[in-house]
């Protein structure tokens, strides 16, 4: 940590407090602050609420953070037991998520606490179309969890001529439809049918710019499979005095997955493996409700209507409704044979929430792309210890390679310093008992 220290001013000495001789500037978001979610709807989740809460309080992670960790974990838990009627037919409960956030916002905190009875092989943290066909072979219903999403999304699995390939496969399994890839050697076509994937991926800005401007990961229906959101960070306000303690639900939360997976799937071919769920009807109650929103989302589809620019998204609410209530209600009852009215409210309010997301996170990816790297370095700048730092030590510790250069770092330094956020001091400040020529101070701690 860098530490400035005292030293008297006159004119013939470099001025290492300069700043007391000017008034501190006043900060100014970086970002639109419209570019930051809504409070997410805790209430909604059902039977999840609790643990949630009891996340959020110990970890101090993002709440919207906390319920992507769980509910991606339950939807993992109950998908191979039952698929669930839909207003397009039975669907999987398989849910995709996608949480737009800077490292260190503790999702691996949040996965930590809710997965202590996951047995091993029953996730995977990377995956490639070949890499997933050996673990499903083996588990048919897998879990893909992941708070570095950026690796999968740019790395060999998205490159090239792999990216067509992946999205299919990832598209199909979401489908339920039987997942097809080729033998490298043989070039024979190798079938899975009766498979389940939950996905949980955290990526960076950055990231998320270049996914929504890649024209086949929206057109071919990929992102809008996924349930995104970009929660307000919490860095810099994660104080020790803030932490509540609640660990009971969080017990609870493992008992139940245990006891979840501890039923047994639906196989009636063990050497196959393919799974044959059964399906969860809607209730009559559950039924009229989603009809009545799916109509309300279809009305605000039409041109020059909220959602006509999103209708990939849109289109598919009713569906991730009917899907989100489904988990509540298996998580509360294995057992259950329907979906209540009550489930599907929670529901659709969880997926409303989510395509109103899409606007405001596809209008944040179109940001220019030194002020989202900009925001990834405050935000990492607020997480420190001590206001003073180094330009050194930015290009060093930073949590976005892309800010590893000295170059790139001192440019997103010069804008956090036209908005208020830092002071560069004058070279010579004397910093860790050295005099140093590229050192700047937080203005707000």
């Not at 997955?257 to 559950?286: F, N």
């Not at 060093?396 to 770092?409: F, N, P, V, W, Y």
């Not at 908005?419 to 860790?432: E, I």
Request: proline residues 6%.
């Amino acid at each position: 940590m860098a530490r400035a220290d005292p030293a008297p001013i006159d004119e013939s000495t470099p001025m290492s407090n300069v700043h007391a001789l000017h008034p501190e500037p006043t900060p100014r978001p970086v970002v639109p602050v419209q570019g930051f979610a809504a409070d997410y709807p805790v209430a909604s989740l059902g039977p999840l609420r609790e643990v949630v809460e009891a996340v959020q309080g110990i970890s101090q992670a993002p709440a919207a953070l906390a319920a992507h960790s769980a509910l991606a974990i339950a939807s993992l838990a109950v998908q191979g037991h039952a698929n669930v009627e839909t207003l397009g037919g039975p669907r999987p409960l398989s849910l995709y998520f996608l949480t737009i956030a800077a490292s260190g916002e503790r999702k691996s905190t949040c996965d930590a606490l809710l997965s202590s009875s996951l047995p091993y092989g029953l996730t995977v943290t990377e995956a490639t179309v070949d890499g997933l066909f050996r673990s499903l072979r083996e588990t048919p219903s897998l879990g893909l969890l992941s708070d570095e999403g950026g690796q999968f999304l740019g790395g060999y699995a998205m490159a090239g001529q792999n990216q067509q390939r992946t999205l299919a496969v990832f598209n199909d399994l979401w489908q339920g439809k039987t997942i097809r890839t080729a033998r490298k050697a043989t070039r024979d076509s190798v079938e899975l049918a009766g498979r389940r994937l939950a996905v949980h991926l955290m990526v960076q800005p950055t990231m998320v710019r270049k996914l929504f401007a890649a024209p086949l990961a929206v057109g071919s229906g990929f992102l809008p499979r996924f349930l995104i959101c970009e929660p307000r960070s919490m860095i810099g306000t994660r104080l020790h005095a803030n932490t509540v303690s609640n660990e009971a639900p969080i017990a609870a939360f493992n008992d139940r997955l245990k006891a979840v997976l501890s039923a047994t799937l639906p196989i009636p071919d063990l050497e196959t493996g393919i799974l044959a769920p059964r399906t969860l009807r809607l209730s009559d109650d559950a039924r009229r409700l989603l009809i009545e929103w799916s109509d309300m989302i279809e009305q605000l589809q039409a041109p020059g209507r909220i959602y006509s620019v999103h209708a990939g998204y849109a289109s598919k609410t009713a569906e991730q409704a009917a899907r989100l209530a489904g988990v509540l209600a298996l998580w509360r009852d294995l057992g259950a044979t329907e979906v209540s009215g009550k489930d599907m409210t929670h529901g659709f309010s969880l997926a409303n929430y989510y395509i109103s997301e899409v606007a405001r996170a596809a209008g944040h990816a179109s940001l220019d792309a030194d002020l989202v790297l900009a925001e990834s370095l405050r935000c990492w700048l607020l997480g420190r210890p001590g206001a003073h730092f180094l330009t050194g030590e930015v290009i060093q510790g930073a949590l976005s390679r892309e800010i590893r250069d000295k170059r790139t770092a001192e440019r997103l330094l010069g804008i956090l310093a036209d908005h208020g956020w830092v002071q560069k001091l004058p070279a010579g400040t004397v910093v860790d008992g050295a005099a140093r020529t590229s050192a700047w101070r937080l203005t707000v701690r």
